[in-house]
């Protein structure tokens, strides 16, 4: 079966991309599938929180962007279930460089053909805002997923979103769709939360994942202690929700 790489995007910040990122990994990898995180944030959240001193590490995606380093040597082993290719604020740096290069769309896609074979899942993290970095995330992908809040002004981020996901699908990558849409941070008891939970189900039928991420303190603690929430807590209502996601993910792919 080929890799299926998954870009988790939202230009929008706090929303629980990189939770979700982390998460899925550590769920999928649980499964005994074998799964690569890309951590393509300049933040390095989803570094620290699998466990990885940002700073510390020898070589960062940076390194593989700008030809520095080969992504083999790049790529580390984590203790939580899943490979990772680490990130750091080095990251800037490469994105800058980018600009000026010819193709610079697919320099993400690039590399990552020359391993993908080696997993299952490939997640990509992508940084809180449509720029060169989420578009390679975007070219490398076969498909998107987007966590969102339940807010009114997630739905106009997320409309801009889509958008710029067509765009790319009729320029670079035909085969790039929309995996899914995740509500996350969701509580049931706010009438907001349903009333634009509804909305979405009416805008992007067959697309909202029937699992919702709720609140939680242990996925919140979780990325300080470096672990996803499947290790640090494996009975809280946050591991419980992605391991969830992960089985509705396979079932739809089946």
């Not at 790489?5 to 990189?18: E, M, R, S």
């Not at 809180?128 to 981020?157: F, K």
């Not at 300080?224 to 290790?231: A, D, F, Q, R, Y």
Request: with cysteine.
């Amino acid at each position: 079966m080929a890799t299926k790489i998954i870009a988790i995007t939202n230009q929008k910040g706090g929303v629980g991309k990189t939770t979700t990122t982390v998460n899925l990994a550590a769920s999928f990898g649980a499964t005994k599938r074998r799964v690569l995180l890309v951590d393509f944030d300049p933040q390095g959240n989803a570094t620290s929180g699998s466990g990885i001193n940002k700073e510390k590490t020898e070589f960062s995606i940076a390194d593989v962007l700008l030809n520095l380093a080969p992504i083999t040597d790049v790529i580390q082993k984590t203790q939580v279930g899943y490979d990772i290719l680490p990130a750091n604020s080095q990251l800037t740096t490469a994105e800058i460089q980018l600009l000026r290069l010819d193709a610079r769309e697919y320099f993400l896609q690039k590399h990552l053909k020359t391993v993908s074979d080696n997993y299952d899942f490939i997640f990509i993290d992508c940084p809180p805002a449509l720029n060169i970095l989420t578009v390679n995330a975007l070219v490398a992908a076969s498909s998107v997923i987007i966590p969102m809040q339940c807010e009114y002004y997630a739905l106009e981020g997320i409309a801009s979103l889509i958008k710029t996901i067509e765009n790319l699908r009729q320029t670079v990558n035909p085969d790039l769709y929309i995996e899914g849409i995740l509500r996350t941070m969701y509580d049931g008891r706010n009438r907001l939360t349903n009333d634009v939970s509804q909305q979405l189900k009416t805008y992007f039928p067959n697309k909202v994942y029937d699992t919702v991420i709720p609140r939680n303190v242990r996925l919140a603690e979780a990325p300080s202690h470096g672990v996803p929430v499947l290790l640090y807590d494996s009975n809280s209502q946050g591991a419980i929700a992605y391991l969830a996601l992960t089985g509705e993910i396979c079932k739809k792919r089946d």
